[in-house]
């Protein structure tokens, strides 16, 4: 809902005043999106058309729905499919000969790839995840589980690996879409575990490095003119700096280097001063979160209906994220059933939008809300500028940018149970102009200007 703000040349009474300065710039924003799976797609496809394109619409137009501008995309299967499958199931195809799609991509990705591009006028930035090589390229000869590709890095089936990820993009371009950029692995430590109980595969920094600098990065670039943009890590946060440290330290891989992908899942964790300290030690190479969910952990590992807490926990964690140097924010699977699901393993999480088949409805989450408070004010290409409380207050968490069009965003999530705050914002290039808002308890507020 909207609240009515009110402008004053003095500071309120009990006020708490939050000083916003654009002259201060940091990180240039890329984009908050979701993710496009075949769970997503089967979900859609259950709804009436209309009801489908209405998600897809409620997710990407601008400025009529939240304004996504990023779609992750799986590179095959993931456990949010029906099976595992891969685009090349011929043991021996070292050409890849007998690459092609599948089912899967042509009735529940493309089309709402395809419907997303027409919401954001074409401006929607895909990027593409494997999350396993066929069986028949790996040492343990199954996409379920980790375990790395066979043979030594960069020999035969690292070559044809590094050919799949350009086969895939030449697919997708063949039926109009473009990619925009690729994450090497999704979440590569998790290949340690030959018993992992989905599609994943090993790699440690070192092998990635060499990996992208000797056969992806020239394959990619020498393939496609437009420059798809190369993302390492896709894993989670207490990987850095060290696996950016590692790429980074070879200039020679390190050109191939256009972002570093982080995951949420050790936040509660591993400290936020990892992104800081990565930040400042590769400035050059921005950082996106490029996948989160709610619900992957504890008893409750299913959607919450109506749930407020898991909204609040993606507000300050995109917050937290924000103010130390990140540049985007991904949702998972951008609709589910109310089960959490279709997951072939049973991996059941959360999303933003729940699909409910049975009624031929779907319900938008708070979490669809706190995604919306992102991508719907802060747009792509706005900068993250300072802002600071003139007293501390632990309740409240807040970033503040300047967008493309000049508008002052600062958005703000009260943590407290029970206390209205009334915040007077105020803008250091102007004197004594002070913007007031009340602030409920439990809240994600935003406030332009």
Known sequence: MKTNITTTNSVPANAVILSFNPTVRHQKIFGFGGAITDAAGINLNSLP????????????????????????????????????????????????TNFNLTTEDFTLKLPYLKKALTYTNSTVRFFGSPWSAPGWMKETG???????????????????????????IQAYMNQGIQIWGVTLQNEPNTGRALDFPWQTMYWNASMQR??????????????????????????????????????????????????????????????????????YKHPGVPMLYTEACAGWEGDERYPLLGNWTRAEQYADDILTALNNYVTGWNDWNIVLDVPGGPNWVGNTVDSSIIVNANTSEYYKQPLFFAMGHFSRFVRPNAVRVNSQLASSNPSLEFASFVNPDNTRVTVILNKDDSNTYKLAVSDVTKTSVYYVIDVPPKSLTSLVV
Request: charged share 20%; proline share 7%.
């Open 142 to 168: 199954l996409m379920r589980g980790g375990g790395p590709l066979k043979g030594p890095v960069n020999g035969q089936y690292y070559q044809t690996w590094a050919n799949y990820f350009v086969k895939f």
């Open 49 to 96: 058309p209309d009801l489908a394109d209405n998600v897809i619409k409620q997710y990407y137009s601008y400025p009529n729905g939240i304004g996504y501008s990023t779609a992750r995309i799986p590179i095959a299967s993931c456990d949010f499919s029906t099976h595992p499958y891969s685009y090349s199931d011929v043991d021996g195809d070292f050409n890849l």
């Open 210 to 279: 060499d990996f992208l600098r000797d056969l992806l990065g020239p394959m990619l670039d020498q393939n496609f003119i437009w420059g798809v943009k190369k993302i390492i890590l896709d894993d989670n946060r207490g990987n850095l700096p060290d696996w950016a440290d590692t790429i980074l330290a070879d200039p020679n891989a390190a050109k191939f280097v256009d972002m570093i992908g982080v995951h949420w899942y050790e936040d509660e964790t591993k400290p936020a001063s990892n992104l800081n300290d990565t930040y």
